[in-house]
């Protein structure tokens, strides 16, 4: 693989990720904050949801090359989080029990969010297919 575009392909993913985080922090905080959602998992799964459908919408489009299975690759992060959001709400709450403050458990939620997507992404959802060079044919 190409070194600068998967250098390229990061540095976009860093930037939309960044403004996911935004979606994210601000919808957790109207949840948790201004509502007063008492449960950790109440204010965290909501605010992923919005968090995944801003970043899957911009990394499709600008980040990887696009297939034209939307429907696959939208499945793929559905399985991605299907495993995450329940992991996440458990060691969350978890770890709130232990006494962690709430906002340090959705800054570690949404940095392990932020790693593992990514490997995700990259490596399963938008995987390149290697394409063998055919050889050149020779005009008799």
């Given at each position: 693989m190409n070194k600068k575009k998967d250098l390229l392909q990061a540095l976009k993913f860093t930037l939309f990720s960044i403004s996911a985080g935004i979606?994210?922090?601000?919808?957790?905080?109207?949840?948790?904050?201004?509502?007063?959602?008492?449960?950790?998992?109440?204010?965290?799964?909501?605010?992923?949801?919005?968090?995944?459908?801003?970043?899957f919408t911009f990394n499709r489009k600008y980040t990887f090359r696009p297939?034209?299975?939307?429907?696959?690759?939208?499945?793929?992060?559905?399985?991605?989080?299907?495993?995450?959001?329940?992991?996440?709400?458990?060691w969350g709450t978890w770890l709130e029990k232990l006494g962690l403050h709430d906002w340090i458990i959705e800054i570690f939620n949404m940095l392990v969010n932020f790693v593992t997507e990514f490997l995700f992404q990259k490596f399963v959802v938008y995987r390149e297919k290697k394409v063998e060079a055919l050889p050149e044919q020779v005009e008799d």
């Open positions: 979606v994210q922090a601000g919808s957790f905080a109207i949840l948790h904050d201004v509502l007063g959602l008492e449960s950790y998992w109440l204010s965290h799964v909501p605010s992923l949801i919005l968090s995944v459908i801003w970043n297939t034209n299975h939307i429907a696959r690759d939208m499945m793929l992060v559905a399985l991605y989080y299907l495993v995450f959001t329940p992991a996440s709400a458990l």
